[in-house]
């Protein structure tokens, strides 16, 4: 006779110790004497230094008060937010002119504005959205935060600049109003939708030079003050230097890594030895060399922008790390995608561009935010060269004379700051891979 | 990082210094300053009394107000001025490379300084000197009676040399608790991790000041380096130099001659002291030699005042001030038994 039941077991519950919080805290915390004293401890010294910070940084704490005697008389042991408060406008803008304080505002809130269409699903051309960003805001932005006389080339760029935001918000308002997109309604609403493609296309390029034309008019009457670059600084400044790195160590990493996988000798020994040679070195002595060795070598008097000489130190410097990640991430391309690739017919950069770089980048993106995040704190390097960046600033604090000695708390509030940066970043890299890799969880 | 940039410093300066003869000038100082419209002046990382930063993104202090001056002398405005902030490290190769015109920073005049590194020194517009100070119960008095104390000192600078001669030549056997930064120096200190603290008399006002109950430290009378702290300007340009001496030597002399700020312009107008007529130039040709308007000792002390009324309002009892008493000191002027003297201006 068999042993089977013809009914089906009735499902129990799971066990109390495997579903209710006791249970849990049974298991993980307390299973034995040894455990339970260790938890015991842990809680002891989590307790100790949660209510310590919590009595220095907000019951003791000061924050509002003329100087740093006016802190101690309130508290002696508490912390003085005051001085860090009273320094606001010296850690975000630097010593930027307090009264154009609100074009760095509204530079960065055109930089949003012109990239969340990028986030939004229904929004169609963002390849030309994201080229837009980069080839026209440097401009726009550059021109705002430095100031003083447009050239004809800026004048240029400034209107092309315009136009393209303003091409760029008109199609994301069309896209999520009408799901198509600003040509396509275009056309449509002049009624030409059935002209053949030539005609279509010349409408809208002469619609395009119609805005440009208007644009180039409307900045011809005005003009922004002269600010010089020496008064940039605080978290601007470290936003500045690190975003123009961060946007072009991607382009110069990759071409520096396809130069030193190349078969052209001349094209790998240079690239190889120009990646070598930068990432041997430490980055302080590149922004040395490239502030004070430089100089040296030209006229008399002749001194070019320090800014400028920091910003292509630290972009030569990071295109060198970001080859390397490249690199990493085109090694592990199977052969078979290359030879598949040149078996359809195409070319290297047919190859590199569709189907190599596509997969390769997907893979190197914990890599690559990585060196960004890096790339933003190394960048406070510059305060040692006499930039101030937000470290600097946040330095600076101590030494003013109303609040002399006053160094935990600026590097406190910095050392928050910075973490809220960084970890928007890490998360926003954690959501890309998912995004990217929808299907194919690792 | 920190030896690799001393490294980079040192091969840099060798540099200069071997090239530094060699670097004609083609125009001078003065004509390059005034074609560009401003005077780039250097000074460091903000240090309290000498060169600061406030709030709102200006710079003050003793050594600004000598940048100032210059502007003034040479522009009739203190605005025509870019500060620059140089590092410790690079300080004499950014004057000797062409990138300032003049430093104005807590820069003590030494012999090597002066004769090897291709710039030159100007008169010193303040006199520090190395100190300790130690808490007021401690019972000690003098720095002999530091027999065995940990002293917290700044690591790098010549202040824990001294220290370290100090000790040997006065058998005292002091052990020596360094860092980089000086905050942390204070906090040890505070803390009670050393008996006293070393470092030049004048930063040790300003952060006896800032601790919490400043009555609980005091200074100690002994005073163990010189520390004539001065301008500098390139070597080889005779003129610039001429300028920016006589520019610090007006601020000097306008004290003793009773110049203020304030009364300038009565002066100016009613004086009849020779003196003041021949400084404020309204009468003699003084300006000539120095190629400026005869204005430019009115613009100075019209703009930033005499020295006298710079140091009460930097280093004295002001309220951007960092306490450090004038009288009897080395920085009162030489009519009141200190060091601050000026040629006389004829």
Not at chain 1, 216 to 226: E, K, M, P, Y
Not at chain 1, 228 to 247: N, P
């Amino acid at each position: 006779m068999a042993i089977v039941k013809a009914t089906k077991t009735p499902v129990r519950p799971a066990p109390i110790s495997e579903t209710s919080v006791f249970g849990w805290l049974q298991k993980n915390l307390f299973s034995s004497a040894f455990n339970t004293a260790l938890t015991l401890f842990t809680l002891f010294v989590i307790y100790l230094t949660v209510s310590g910070v919590y009595g220095w940084g907000f019951v003791d704490a000061t924050f509002e008060a003329e100087n740093r005697r006016e802190c101690y008389d309130n508290s002696l042991t508490g912390a003085c937010w005051a001085g860090v408060i009273d320094w606001f406008d010296n850690i975000f803008y630097g010593r930027y002119p307090r009264e154009e304080i609100w074009r760095i505002n509204f530079g960065g809130l055109l930089l949003v504005l012109w990239m969340a269409p990028l986030w939004m699903s229904r929004v169609k051309g963002k390849i030309l959205v994201g080229a837009s960003v980069v080839v026209f805001y440097p401009f726009l932005a550059g021109y705002l935060f430095a100031g003083g006389d447009k050239g004809l080339f800026m004048q240029i760029m400034v209107s092309g600049a315009i136009v393209a935001f303003a091409i760029n918000m008109a199609n994301a308002v069309v896209s999520v109003l009408r799901n198509q997109g600003l040509d396509a309604f275009v056309i449509q609403s002049l009624g030409k939708n059935t002209a053949p493609d030539k005609t279509q296309r010349n409408i809208l390029l002469l619609l395009t030079a119609v805005t440009f034309v208007a644009a180039f008019l409307w900045q011809l009457s005005w003009t922004a003050t002269g600010v010089s670059w020496t008064k940039w600084g605080g978290l601007f400044l470290t936003l500045v230097i690190s975003g123009i790195g961060i946007a072009s160590a991607l382009p110069g990493g990759i071409i520096l890594a396809l130069g030193r996988r190349s078969k052209l000798p001349i094209v790998r020994i240079l690239s190889t030895g120009f990646i070598e040679v930068f990432r041997s070195v430490p980055l302080i002595t590149v922004l040395f060399m490239a502030t004070t060795m430089f100089p040296l070598f030209m006229p008399e008097g002749f001194v070019l922008n320090k800014l400028v000489q920091v910003i292509i130190a630290v972009v030569l410097f990071n295109a060198c790390y970001m080859a390397e990640t490249v690199r990493a991430g085109l090694q592990a391309i199977p052969k078979g995608q290359f030879e598949g690739a040149h078996t359809i017919g195409l070319g290297y950069w047919g190859t590199m561009g569709l189907i190599i770089m596509p997969q390769a980048l997907k893979h190197m993106i914990p890599n690559i935010v990585g060196s960004f995040i890096g790339l933003l704190k190394d960048t406070t390097l510059v305060s040692i060269i006499g930039l101030f960046d937000i470290l600097g600033m946040l330095r600076s604090i101590s030494k003013d004379v109303p609040w002399l000695g006053l160094h935990k708390e600026p590097l406190v509030f910095g050392a928050i700051l910075f973490f809220i940066i960084c970890f928007a970043m890490s998360k926003y890299s954690r959501h890309l891979e998912v995004k990217l890799s929808a299907g194919r969880k690792h | 990082m920190k030896l690799g940039t001393r490294l980079a410093s040192a091969a840099v300066l060798a540099i200069v210094a071997s090239s530094g003869a060699t670097v004609a000038t083609a125009q001078s100082t003065l004509e390059i300053v005034k074609e560009r419209g401003h005077l780039r002046c250097q000074v460091g990382n903000p240090s309290p009394g000498y060169y600061n930063l406030d709030s709102d993104g200006n710079w003050y202090g003793l050594d600004v107000s000598v940048c100032q001056a210059v502007a003034s002398a040479i522009f009739g405005d203190k605005a025509k001025l870019e500060i620059q902030s140089v590092s410790t490290q690079a300080r004499f190769t950014a004057l000797a490379n062409g990138e300032s015109d003049m430093l104005s920073r807590t820069a003590t005049w030494t012999m090597t300084r002066d004769t090897q590194l291709g710039i030159d020194f100007l008169s010193p517009n303040f006199y520090d000197g190395q100190g300790f100070t130690v808490r007021a119960d401690s019972g000690i008095n003098s720095a002999m009676e530091l027999a065995g104390a940990k002293v917290c000192v700044t690591t790098g600078t010549t202040t824990e040399l001294n220290l370290t001669d100090f000790s040997r030549v006065n058998d005292l056997g002091i052990s020596n608790v360094t860092f980089e930064d000086y905050n942390v120096r204070d906090d040890t200190y505070l803390n009670g991790g050393c008996d006293a603290v070393t470092g030049d008399k004048s930063s040790m006002a300003g952060n006896i000041a800032s601790f919490p109950v400043p009555s609980d430290h005091k200074i100690l009378p002994e005073t163990l380096s010189k520390e004539p702290l001065a301008s500098a300007v390139r070597h080889g340009d005779s003129a610039w130099r001429d300028i920016v001496q006589w520019s610090i030597f007006a601020l000097i002399n306008a004290e003793e001659l009773g110049i203020t700020q304030a009364n300038v312009d009565d002066m100016k107008a009613n004086s009849t002291n020779p003196n003041v007529r021949r400084m404020l130039g309204t009468e003699g040709n003084l300006n000539e030699g120095l190629g400026l308007d005869a204005d430019w000792a009115y613009n100075i002390i019209k703009n930033v005042g005499n020295y006298g009324e710079i140091y009460e309002t930097y280093m004295g009892t002001g309220p951007l001030g960092i306490g450090i008493e004038r009288a009897g000191s080395l920085n009162a002027l030489w009519t009141d038994g200190g060091l601050m003297y000026s040629p006389p201006m004829r």
